[in-house]
Structure formats: C-alpha cells, structure tokens
C-alpha cells in the first residue's frame, strides 16, 4: 500500500536555525514527489517538485532532495515568514492524477 | 494570472441536508481535483475531472459525487451530510502533464451541525 510519513509532527526553530524535515514514501512506482507549504486558513502552496533519487531543487531559503525512499526538505537561516505546514505529497505511476499527502510538518520560527 | 477560485468559503449545514461545492480552475487547466482536509486523515483524494470526466476516484461513499463543466469548471456535491463531513475541501487545478504540479485553491470550510 502506498503510504507517506511525514517528521517530526511539529518544529520550532528560533530565527536563523537551520534544519530539515523528512518525507519517508512507500510506493509501487514514484512518478514524482511533491512540496507544498500550507498557511492556516489557506490551500497548499506548491513548492517543488522532484522526480529521480539525487535530483535537488532550491527555492530562497528552502532546498529539498531525493532518495530512493525520502525526501528531505532543508530550511536554511529561517525567518518567522516561513512558520507554516509544510505538507509532502507523492504520485504513482499508475497513470492517476491524484497525490497521496503526508500528515505535514508544522514549522514555527521564533523571531 | 488568477488562481484556482472555490466558493463558497464557509458554510454551516445541518445532517442530512445536501451541499453544492464549486471550483473555477486556473486559466488553460483541464483538469480538476477535490481532496478532504481534516486534521485527524490531512489531506485526502475525492475525485479527479477531466475533459468532462471522471477519470479517477478515491475512497470515499457514493454520498460524495462531482461533474464537470465544458467550461472545466467543477461542482462537488454532497448529499446526506454526516458530522463526519465537516472538513476543508480543497480544489486544484493541472494541465495534467508530467510538469504541471496541482495548484490549490483556499477551500471551502463545512461545518455540519
């Protein structure tokens, strides 16, 4: 079954202290894995989108990377503007559309 | 560019009444998603549309159908509400090519009492 597990459940961080989150997956066959950034109040945000183990993407202060069974999500120097969920998301080469989403990683910055 | 639009953003339903969800996708994009947001499951697929069809379903009862618009607008519907229903509804919109990640819209809120 396919499955995404998302840690730790929550992170507080103070200002300008980097760390990672972690998506471990469990698929059948991976088409892609996904980042999205969640605001209360407010749909998912895409962030990046990666395809094959060793591929990186960077976006400002966030860098995520791919292994054949993780992903992880690294936060460098945060800012209290990138308190939010961070949710991960994978599809399958079933030829379907849908993504199956982690539970997310709430990460709060202290100023 | 606008993005995916829902309406509306909250509604308050009494059980068993029936609720009407709707989803303008992003410009260009044919296909449409709805997935169930709660914080005890996260997020979860409802259903996918395509050209008008339905292409893909998750695992949730008949009492939960959508249909598509020649528009690629989207409704969902839900009838013979439940507590259990109360959640965030969540629509996205793709081109559904490998290059075209799901854009989410703000969601509608339900709350059923």
């Known amino acids: 079954e396919d499955q995404v597990t998302q840690s730790p459940e929550a992170l507080r961080l103070q200002e300008g202290e980097s760390s990672s989150l972690n998506c471990s997956y469990t698929v059948s066959g991976l088409r892609g894995l996904f980042w999205y950034r969640q605001d209360p109040g407010k749909g998912p945000e895409f962030l990046f989108t990666l395809y094959s183990a060793g591929e990186e993407k960077e976006k400002e202060r966030l860098k995520a990377t791919l292994t054949k069974k993780e992903s992880f999500l690294h936060i460098t120097a945060p800012k209290p503007e990138d308190s939010a969920t961070y949710l991960c998301?994978?599809?399958?080469?079933?030829?379907?559309?849908?993504?199956?989403f982690g539970t997310g990683t709430r990460l709060t910055v202290i100023p | 560019k606008a993005g995916v639009t829902q309406t509306p953003r909250y509604l308050i339903k009494t059980r068993g009444q029936q609720v009407t969800l709707s989803c303008s996708p992003i410009s260009g994009h044919r296909s449409v998603s709805w997935y169930q947001q709660t914080p005890g499951q996260g997020l979860q697929f409802l259903f996918e549309?395509?050209?008008?069809?339905?292409?893909n379903k998750g695992n949730f009862p008949g009492r939960f159908s959508g249909r598509q618009f020649s528009n690629s607008r989207s409704e969902m519907n839900v009838s013979t509400l439940e507590l259990g229903d109360s959640a965030l509804y969540l629509c996205a919109s793709s081109r559904r090519d490998r290059d075209s990640p799901l854009h989410f819209g703000n969601g509608t809120r339900l709350t059923v009492t």
């Open positions: 998301a994978v599809q399958t080469t079933t030829g379907a559309n849908n993504l199956f």
């Open positions: 549309y395509f050209s008008e069809t339905q292409r």
